[in-house]
């Protein structure tokens, strides 16, 4: 016999539409904003001011970082399929992952162990002797661009601990910070990702989820590139530029290789 099935996401009928419990058109429509019911429907629950104030920060920082790889596969794939946007915008969104934008929950899980941990600065000096000892990157950390801080870091940081959150994380990343700095003799910059992480469990967000509030993030932004690229066809030019900057190499037919 097969398992009930079961959602407490939302219902409809004829006259009603409801979420978690709330009537769309009489008790949400009008009342709570794009950023408060994301988290509604993502948590189960409303944010609190603060909530709202941080979570919007997050959405906000991630949505647009110039001509990324997540930019130029929706431009390629727009020039692919001109009249079906929503699959440039697919396409581009499956970079968000391990090396861009989706990086948090690595930083997050870590913020997250480390915040039931006694010894917080100990944690923090295995955490780090550990990635070294295993000659891994330890995320939220380090960025090929700016130095010596991420602009966006230091914001961030100071706009949430204006709203009000407690504090606990982004005490922790700073905490980290020190003992990776300790560790390599110099200063590595907390980038936007690692203070997001340390933001998101400031508000709850499970992080578990971290990386999907990225996608909704960076979707965002991927628009302006579908619009733009509906106007300058820059898709087809990516194209032609990279293929032009292919030079063909002949094998080594006696090696079986290059």
């Known amino acids: 016999m ?20 709330m009537d769309l058109v009489n008790e949400l429509l009008g009342r709570y904003s794009y950023t408060e019911i994301l988290y509604f429907l993502s948590t189960g629950r409303m944010p609190t001011g603060t909530e709202t104030k941080v979570f919007d920060l997050c959405l906000v920082t991630l ?5 990324t790889p997540h930019a130029i596969v ?6 692919c399929n001109p009249e079906q946007a929503q699959i440039a915008m697919a396409a581009g969104l499956t970079c968000v992952g391990d090396v861009f934008a989706g990086t948090m929950d690595g930083c997050g899980y870590l913020l997250e162990a480390g915040l039931k941990e006694t010894d917080r600065r ?8 550990e990635h070294r000892s295993a000659k891994k990157r330890l995320p939220g950390f380090g960025h090929n661009l700016h130095k010596p801080d991420d602009p966006r870091t230091i914001r961030l940081f100071e706009l949430a601990e204006e709203f009000g959150v407690k504090g606990d994380a982004i005490a922790l990343i700073r905490m980290l910070s020190e ?3 300790s560790a390599f003799g110099r200063h590595v910059t907390i980038n936007a990702t690692g203070a997001l992480a340390a933001l998101m469990l ?44 292919f030079q063909y190499e002949a094998p080594d037919t006696e090696q079986g290789r290059y």
């Open 122 to 129: 100990d944690y923090c000096r295995r955490v780090v002797a």
């Open 202 to 245: 400031e508000i709850d967000i499970p992080v578990s989820i971290m990386r999907c509030i990225a996608v909704v993030s960076r979707a965002g932004g991927l628009v302006g590139h579908v619009r733009e690229d509906m106007e300058t066809g820059s898709g087809r030019q990516i194209w032609q530029n990279v293929e032009a900057a």
């Open 63 to 67: 949505m647009e970082h110039g001509m």
């Open 74 to 79: 929706t431009r390629l794939v727009r020039d």
């Open 179 to 181: 003992e990776v700095d």
């Open 2 to 21: 097969s398992k009930e099935l079961k959602t407490g996401i939302a219902t409809f009928d004829e006259t009603s539409i409801t979420w978690r419990g």
